[in-house]
């Protein structure tokens, strides 16, 4: 019997969550804080709401994940522009730190993930799995 790809879906997402979080564990990095790092790597100063729509985040969970990433010296909350209802997310030296750290760890999964697997069959599958998730992150009417 052939796996379904909810299934196949599903399992690997938790491999992979469950190795990057075994390979971050002596950086005390807790669940959802390596996709915030990784999105303020290229995002430094992202608005809370732009973080919560690009990680798929609930807004309450982010305010949860951010206010212990700050608490650790990890990221900083700021003002721009004189808005006071608007805060802003900056790495601060720990969170680059850190965050590259993620990033070194995301680059030995991706390696481990695509082992064996021909460059063609690699950037067909991503190609087609960038499809998959714009389909699935459309509005259906």
């Known amino acids: 019997m052939q796996p379904s790809f909810h299934y196949l879906l599903m ?21 959802g804080q390596p996709k915030v790092l990784d999105y303020l790597g290229d ?3 992202a608005s809370q709401k732009e973080i919560a729509t690009a990680c798929h985040i609930e807004p ?4 949860s994940i951010l206010n212990r990433m700050e608490e650790r010296g990890m990221v900083e909350r700021r003002m721009l522009h004189g808005n006071r209802r608007s805060f802003y997310i900056f790495l601060t030296d ?8 993620v990033q ?3 680059d030995s999964l991706e390696e481990d993930t695509f082992h064996g697997i021909s460059p ?19 509005e259906k009417e």
Request: proline share 0%.
């Open 104 to 106: 070194e760890m995301f």
């Open 60 to 63: 309450a969970s982010l305010t």
């Open 11 to 31: 399992a690997n997402q938790a491999i992979f969550h469950k190795k990057l979080l075994a390979g971050l564990r002596d950086t005390g990095l807790t669940l």
């Open 94 to 101: 720990r969170g680059r730190a850190l965050q590259g750290s």
């Open 120 to 138: 063609e069959d690699r950037s067909a599958f991503l190609r087609v799995f960038y499809a998959i998730y714009q389909n699935l992150s459309e």
């Open 43 to 45: 995002h430094d100063g």
